[in-house]
């Protein structure tokens, strides 16, 4: 507890080792975005195989995918990635943004994710300060980077990571580390209810799913770690600047009004907001209210 105690107490030290760990963090997810949604095609392939009673012989003979196999290589000419050539953001800018070996372009979100993360991260520990809360804080912002750019790609918001940020956060107020156990229970059922409704009002109006179950999830999750009093506040935010992006890619972009648009950023975004600045939100909530 004492090391603790000074590590908190040691500005310079407490930010210089955040950002340091967000980096190599940010680099994690760049794995994690890459291959979670393989593997969990995969697992849905495996699970069809066996329900239709494929037989063994017919089975897939696709390479199993994890989050360490197989090892980080160029999709280009199949160069293996080596320690130094993976260093956060530093690698891709001694290397010019291209492979090692064929010289082929490397895609920039690498190292935007890496710096995102860190300066997410950062953000985090500037505006709670230096607390226990604040470092555990950061699992919501990193698990909100990882889900956010995953729902982006492929329209899916992964049971491994939202279902764990749930109980995680419910797990932590539970033991005191965050805020009031009862506001974060309230948040988790209210934040899954309130998205449920929706949609089923939503699909018994239209015959049409408005969102994935997925959304449902993550907003339960964004309510164990926010509390219930912060849900309107994300909610509001979310669907506002969904509204925005969704007009705006309808008309500038000509983006058909049948073509799906992920909600999980949105909420992400919405969740991290509040999460910095939940205090003054909810202030400014209550004002709106007269309460």
């Known amino acids: 507890m004492a090391t603790l105690d000074t590590f908190l107490s040691t500005p310079w030290l407490f930010y210089l080792t955040v950002t ?10 760049n ?20 329900f239709l009673e494929v037989p063994e012989d017919q089975h897939s003979q696709e390479d199993r995918v994890t989050l360490s196999s197989p090892a980080s290589t160029c999709p ?17 800018l001694f290397l010019g943004g291209k492979c090692g070996g064929c010289k082929a372009h490397i895609s920039i979100r690498y190292p935007v994710i890496e710096a995102v993360t860190a300066l997410f991260s950062v953000i985090t520990v500037v ?15 990193w698990a909100l980077v990882a889900l956010t750019v ?23 107020s539970y033991f005191g580390y965050l805020g009031d156990f009862n506001s974060a229970f309230l ?19 239209t015959g049409k799913e408005g969102m ?33 992006v969704g007009i705006s890619l309808m008309v500038f972009k000509k983006h058909g009004r049948e073509v799906p648009i992920p909600f999980g950023p949105y909420l992400a975004a919405a969740g991290l907001l509040c999460l910095w600045f939940g205090v003054e939100i909810q202030a400014f909530w209550y004002g709106l209210l007269g309460v």
């Open 150 to 172: 995953i729902d982006f790609d492929t329209q899916l918001l992964p049971d491994s990571i939202t279902l764990p940020l749930m109980w995680l956060g419910l797990m932590l």
């Open 127 to 141: 505006v709670g300060g230096p607390s226990v809360a604040t470092l555990l804080s950061l699992l919501l912002v």
């Open 20 to 29: 340091f760990v967000s980096l190599c963090i940010g680099s994690f997810l």
């Open 31 to 50: 794995v994690v975005i890459l291959r979670l949604p393989k593997m969990m095609h995969q697992d849905w392939r495996c699970q069809c195989e066996a």
């Open 212 to 244: 994935g179950h997925g959304d449902f999830k993550l907003l339960a999750a964004l309510g164990a770690w926010l509390g219930w009093e912060l849900l309107p506040a994300v909610i509001l935010l979310s669907s506002v600047v969904g509204a925005v």
């Open 187 to 205: 948040g988790a059922v209210f934040g899954y209810l309130s998205l449920w409704s929706v949609y089923w009002l939503f699909k018994l109006a």
């Open 76 to 92: 280009s000419c199949g160069h293996k990635i080596r320690a130094w050539e993976n260093i956060p953001v530093i690698s891709y």
